[in-house]
Every structure is written in structure tokens, then in C-alpha cells.
């Protein structure tokens, strides 16, 4: 079923336009929560440093990831961090299941059909965009390990104390 998902995601985003490639515009987006009503969208950040990281329920990295980076949204949220997380699973079911025992602070949607993530040109899992104040894509982050966490708290240090 994991490669189902992956290769689906795959065939979806090669048939994609133009992605969004670092030092361009962030693409907009519209996506609805996954634990409430309401609809997200990125320029509801505008200003803010955010990191939209593309996950799976089924992604033993992401596993790893999400309370790492509730630690850092927590630490820096008060001074313009946000972490959008932004659901790829085939099923909202899956995704609920997987913030049962996995609860975040941050904002987490849900990408029905990875449109989003087509424009982001996402191909594994995780998948993070640093996007900066102005709103402008500075990095791209593949997977995560346990020392990644490091590398993203300085990029965040780093966009946050920009201008």
C-alpha cells in the first residue's frame, strides 16, 4: 500500500506544471484542516518565517519529525515561526489516526489529491520548504535524520533575524 501511495503521488506530480523552485515565490494554497473546521491559507503567514513540511502517516522519518518539530515551533513561534504540516495520505483517516498518538501544536492540513503538493514538486517523504518573511521559497529540506533537527533550527535563526 506504501508504494501504491508513493507511486501515485509520483505519477500525479509528473504530469505537474512548473514547480516552485528556491528563491521564487512560495505557491499559494488553500487546504483545510485536519482537526478543525476551518481553511488554511498561506497568506494567512504572510510576514512569518514558515517551514511547510509534506508528510504521510505511513513515513517512519515523518514519525521522527513531528515532535521535533513541535519543539521548534513551540521555541520560536512567539517571534514569527510557523510549521504548516500538510497531510499526503490517501485517506484523512489515516492522518487522524496517525495525530492521535502523535499531536502536534502547529497547524496540520490535508492535501486530497497532492494538488499542493505538486506545486512544491514534492517526490519523497518528508518533504520541507523553508519559505521567508517576504514569502520567498529559501530552502528545500529531503527526509529527515536525527541531526537535521540542528541544520533547521540555524535556518530558522538565520530567516528570522532577517529584515
Same mark, same amino acid.
Given at each position: 500500500?506504501?508504494? &501504491?501511495?508513493?507511486?501515485?503521488?509520483?505519477v500525479?506530480?509528473?504530469?505537474?506544471?512548473?514547480?516552485?523552485?528556491?528563491?521564487?515565490?512560495?505557491?499559494?494554497?488553500?487546504?483545510?484542516?485536519?482537526?478543525?473546521?476551518?481553511?488554511?491559507?498561506?497568506?494567512?503567514?504572510?510576514g512569518?518565517?514558515?517551514?511547510?513540511?509534506?508528510?504521510?502517516?505511513?513515513?517512519?522519518?515523518?514519525?521522527?519529525?513531528?515532535?521535533?518539530?513541535?519543539?521548534?515551533?513551540?521555541?520560536?513561534?512567539?517571534?514569527?515561526?510557523?510549521?504548516?504540516?500538510?497531510?499526503?495520505?490517501?485517506?484523512?483517516?489515516?492522518?487522524?489516526?496517525?495525530?492521535?498518538?502523535?499531536?502536534?501544536?502547529?497547524?496540520?492540513?490535508?492535501?486530497?489529491?497532492? &494538488?499542493?503538493?505538486?506545486?512544491?514538486?514534492?517526490?519523497?517523504?518528508?518533504?520541507?520548504?523553508?519559505?521567508?518573511?517576504?514569502?520567498?521559497?529559501?530552502?528545500?529540506?529531503?527526509g529527515?535524520r536525527?541531526?537535521?533537527?540542528?541544520?533547521?533550527?540555524?535556518?530558522?535563526?538565520?530567516?528570522?533575524?532577517?529584515?
Open positions: 500500500m506504501k508504494l &501504491k501511495i508513493v507511486l501515485m503521488v509520483f500525479f506530480l509528473s504530469g505537474c506544471g512548473k514547480a516552485v523552485t528556491k528563491g521564487e515565490p512560495a505557491a499559494a494554497f488553500s487546504l483545510s484542516s485536519l482537526v478543525s473546521d476551518q481553511t488554511i491559507t498561506l497568506s494567512d503567514y504572510k512569518k518565517v514558515v517551514y511547510l513540511d509534506f508528510w504521510a502517516s505511513w513515513c517512519k522519518p515523518c514519525i521522527e519529525s513531528f515532535p521535533k518539530l513541535d519543539k521548534l515551533h513551540s521555541k520560536y513561534k512567539d517571534q514569527g515561526f510557523a510549521v504548516i504540516a500538510v497531510n499526503l495520505d490517501q485517506s484523512k483517516d489515516l492522518a487522524l489516526a496517525f495525530l492521535q498518538t502523535n499531536s502536534v501544536g502547529y497547524q496540520v492540513l490535508y492535501d486530497d489529491g497532492a &494538488k499542493v503538493a505538486g506545486l512544491y514538486d514534492v517526490s519523497s517523504m518528508p518533504s520541507s520548504y523553508f519559505i521567508d518573511k517576504k514569502g520567498i521559497v529559501r530552502l528545500a529540506h529531503q529527515f536525527p541531526s537535521d533537527e540542528i541544520k533547521i533550527e540555524k535556518a530558522i535563526q538565520h530567516l528570522l533575524a532577517e529584515k
